[in-house]
């Protein structure tokens, strides 16, 4: 059975990096039948917060990815990593060392001088003497002194890491006791029954040191899938500016989860030249071999598109339901479906679609001064009398197409461009130039609501 992880630590928000290799893990554990598991790497008791650890749950939840079994928290854990680091003890596979610290910054100095590779020089690896009095000392393993590590990797290829050039006896337990980064990751995998790691390619440097750790325990080593970054426009690590923000921001910004998550498969991985894919498609396509070799881009524009996609594709109730987040209540207006079907095809967030309905719903407070301008010339006024009266005569005022037509009659009586009547009529509703069809605001605003703002357009500029 397929096993992944996502194993965030928990030191800030979950950001979008992160959630796309959560996805991915998701993705390839669901389509084996597998299980994902979210592990909470809090061991960095200074710098984790359990606000964080709880934000990536909600991000979660926000985003229906669901996890397996109970949440494990690394910080629990103490007694396990323990009873393994005993055991490396007991098998010789790791040692005391009683280096201080004033010995490690004298043995780094010298190497540095020489120009050589800083790393520790194996001093206390077989001593058999009476320790040094009064250092707490820290555990190390017993790296390889050489040969090589090989990472299989499943997006990146076969990579050989020289352990000459790049490992020492390292660190797995501090001198309070508490175990490091690299062990417990690799401890925790094992135990999790983790057989397949998707993570970012940040942690390529480390693989060879978790290697290490999964062979002194006897563990059998994951498959490794290194996730090149993703980059800005200008082939940037992304950074906060770029987009690479807190998950729950894109909620606020208005994106519909499917339409990010469709966003974030698609960063890195790809299906011939598929762009739009459900949840069910995601789940039966996605392989982690197909990521690509190379870093991906972050295209905002990407986003917007697939998600006014996604917003044209919801059912109305949905979209009702989803505005009350940003403060749009339309579950009494009798329009509602009109005014919906008019924006979703428009608004590229929610937000925006919220900010779009506000402005049909509510009386403009103040026209647009350049709007005003090119609108209200000529005989522009006369144009909104005449269409006024019309409305103001008309008996059955109902749908869009009702205010259509008397819209078309008009501009046929008065041989005018649809223009002429479209442009000042339109900062009379909406107080300017922009917004949805105007038969379909008016269908929404009724007959006395569209008189009123007509009236109120022509006193203003008469
Ligand atoms: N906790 C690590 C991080 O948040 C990820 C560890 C891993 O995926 O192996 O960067």
Same mark, same amino acid.
């Given at each position: 059975?397929?096993?992944?992880r996502?194993?965030?630590?928990p030191?800030?928000?979950?950001?979008?990096?992160?959630?796309?290799?959560?996805?991915?893990?998701?993705?390839?554990?669901?389509?084996?039948?597998?299980?994902?598991v979210?592990?909470?790497?809090?061991?960095?008791?200074?710098?984790?917060?359990?606000?964080?650890?709880?934000?990536?749950?909600?991000?979660f939840?926000?985003?229906?990815?669901?996890?397996?079994?109970?949440?494990?928290?690394?910080?629990?854990?103490?007694d396990?990593?323990?009873?393994?680091i005993?055991?490396?003890l007991?098998?010789?596979?790791?040692?005391?060392?009683?280096?201080?610290?004033?010995?490690?910054?004298?043995l #780094?100095?010298?190497?540095m001088?020489?120009?050589?590779?800083?790393?520790?020089?194996?001093?206390?690896?077989?001593?058999?003497?009476t320790?040094?009095?009064?250092?707490?000392p820290?555990? #190390?393993?017993?790296?390889?002194?050489?040969?090589?590590?090989?990472?299989n990797?499943?997006?990146?290829?076969e990579?050989?890491?020289?352990?000459?050039?790049?490992?020492?006896?390292?660190?797995?337990a #501090?001198a309070?006791?508490?175990?490091?980064?690299?062990?417990?990751?690799?401890?925790?995998?094992?135990?999790?029954?983790?057989?397949?790691?998707?993570?970012?390619d940040d942690?390529?440097?480390n693989?060879p040191?978790?290697?290490?750790?999964?062979?002194?325990?006897?563990?059998?080593?994951?498959?490794?899938?290194?996730?090149?970054?993703i980059h800005n426009?200008?082939?940037?690590?992304?950074?906060?500016?770029?987009?690479?923000?807190?998950?729950?921001?894109y909620?606020e910004m208005?994106?519909?989860?499917?339409?990010?998550?469709?966003?974030l498969?698609?960063?890195g991985?790809?299906?011939g030249?598929?762009?739009?894919f459900?949840?069910?498609?995601?789940?039966?396509?996605?392989n982690p071999?197909d990521?690509?070799?190379?870093?991906s881009?972050?295209?905002?524009?990407?986003?917007?598109?697939?998600?006014?996609?996604?917003?044209?594709?919801?059912?109305?109730a949905?979209?009702?339901?989803?505005?009350?987040?940003?403060?749009?209540?339309?579950?009494?207006h009798?329009?509602?479906?009109?005014?919906?079907?008019?924006?979703?095809?428009r608004?590229?967030?929610?937000?925006?679609?919220a900010?779009?309905?506000?402005?049909?719903?509510?009386r403009?407070?103040?026209?647009?001064?350049?709007?005003?301008?090119?609108?209200?010339?000529g005989?522009?006024?006369?144009?909104?009398?005449?269409?006024?009266?019309k409305?103001?005569?008309?008996?059955e005022?109902?749908?869009?197409?009702d205010?259509?037509?008397l819209?078309?009659?008009?501009?046929?009586?008065?041989?005018?461009?649809?223009?002429?009547?479209?442009?000042?009529?339109?900062?009379?509703?909406?107080?300017?130039l922009?917004?949805p069809?105007?038969?379909?605001?008016?269908?929404?605003?009724?007959?006395e609501?569209?008189?009123? #703002?007509?009236?109120?357009a022509?006193?203003?500029?008469?």
């Open positions: 059975m397929v096993v992944t996502f194993a965030p630590s030191t800030g928000y979950l950001h979008i990096g992160g959630l796309r290799t959560a996805l991915f893990s998701y993705l390839w554990a669901k389509k084996n039948g597998g299980k994902f979210l592990r909470i790497e809090d061991t960095d008791k200074a710098r984790n917060s359990e606000a964080a650890a709880q934000a990536i749950v909600k991000a939840e926000w985003l229906g990815l669901e996890h397996d079994g109970e949440i494990i928290y690394q910080s629990q854990r103490d396990i990593y323990a009873k393994y005993q055991q490396l007991d098998e010789g596979k790791a040692y005391k060392c009683y280096m201080s610290k004033e010995e490690l910054d004298t #780094r100095e010298t190497q001088a020489n120009k050589e590779r800083t790393k520790y020089n194996g001093m206390y690896r077989d001593f058999k003497g320790p040094p009095e009064g250092v707490e820290v555990i #190390r393993i017993k790296a390889p002194l050489s040969g090589e590590i090989i990472v990797d499943g997006v990146k290829g990579i050989s890491f020289q352990a000459e050039d790049i490992l020492d006896d390292f660190v797995i #501090r309070d006791g508490s175990p490091t980064y690299n062990f417990v990751v690799a401890v925790d995998d094992a135990l999790m029954g983790i057989n397949e790691v998707i993570r970012g942690h390529l440097s693989t040191k978790q290697i290490v750790v999964y062979e002194a325990l006897g563990f059998s080593i994951p498959n490794f899938y290194h996730v090149p970054m426009s200008a082939g940037k690590k992304l950074s906060k500016r770029d987009g690479a923000t807190d998950v729950m921001a909620k208005g994106y519909l989860p499917h339409a990010l998550l469709n966003f498969v698609r960063l991985w790809s299906h030249d598929q762009e739009i459900s949840m069910q498609e995601m789940r039966t396509l996605f071999k990521i690509n070799k190379s870093a881009i972050y295209n905002t524009e990407k986003l917007d598109w697939l998600n006014a996609h996604y917003i044209k594709n919801t059912p109305n949905q979209l009702t339901e989803l505005l009350q987040e940003y403060d749009l209540v339309l579950t009494s009798d329009k509602k479906e009109i005014l919906l079907d008019a924006i979703k095809e608004a590229k967030t929610l937000k925006e679609m900010d779009l309905i506000k402005e049909v719903i509510n403009p407070a103040s026209y647009d001064e350049k709007a005003l301008k090119k609108a209200f010339k005989n522009a006024l006369e144009v909104l009398k005449t269409f006024a009266t409305v103001s005569n008309a008996n005022l109902h749908l869009p197409s205010y259509h037509h819209m078309q009659e008009v501009v046929d009586e008065m041989e005018i461009g649809f223009g002429k009547i479209g442009q000042p009529l339109r900062v009379a509703l909406l107080g300017k922009s917004g069809g105007l038969d379909s605001v008016m269908s929404v605003l009724g007959k609501e569209t008189l009123l #703002r007509i009236h109120n022509i006193d203003a500029n008469s």
